[in-house]
């Protein structure tokens, strides 16, 4: 089974970056379709990017496009999403997910990192 251990939230001041780390165990990253999801308080989740298993192709939520890019360590099993410039909607608790099929299917989720941007 599939496992995924996120880090690197915390709380950082509008226009500040923030770099989120997905752990992955069990298999490897290439096998899977990994994306980012957030829940901001009182809201639902927000697909936020996604990596393709074939070839690596990414996707962004027009929300955050230009500002986050998600990468891929093969070598290490792990997962990356890069946070520049951010804002006080991008608040929220990001979770790591993982699926087979595409990068909305999501069978496999983490436990969440917070990210709160405040000044």
């Known amino acids: 089974q599939l496992q995924l251990v996120e880090s690197g939230g915390g709380l950082v001041q509008p226009g500040g970056s923030l770099k989120l780390s997905c752990a992955v165990s069990g298999s490897t990253v290439e096998n899977y379709f990994i994306g980012w999801v957030r829940q901001a308080p009182g809201k639902g989740h927000e697909g936020v990017s996604c990596i393709r298993v074939s070839g690596g192709s990414t996707t962004y939520a027009d929300s955050v496009k230009g500002r986050f890019t998600i990468s891929r360590d093969n070598a290490k099993n792990m997962v990356y999403l890069q946070m520049n410039s951010l804002k006080p909607e991008d608040t929220a608790v990001y979770y790591c997910?993982?699926?087979?099929?595409?990068?909305?299917?999501?069978?496999?989720r983490g436990q969440g990192t917070q990210v709160t941007v405040s000044l």
């Open positions: 997910a993982a699926g087979y099929s595409n990068c909305y299917e999501y069978v496999y």
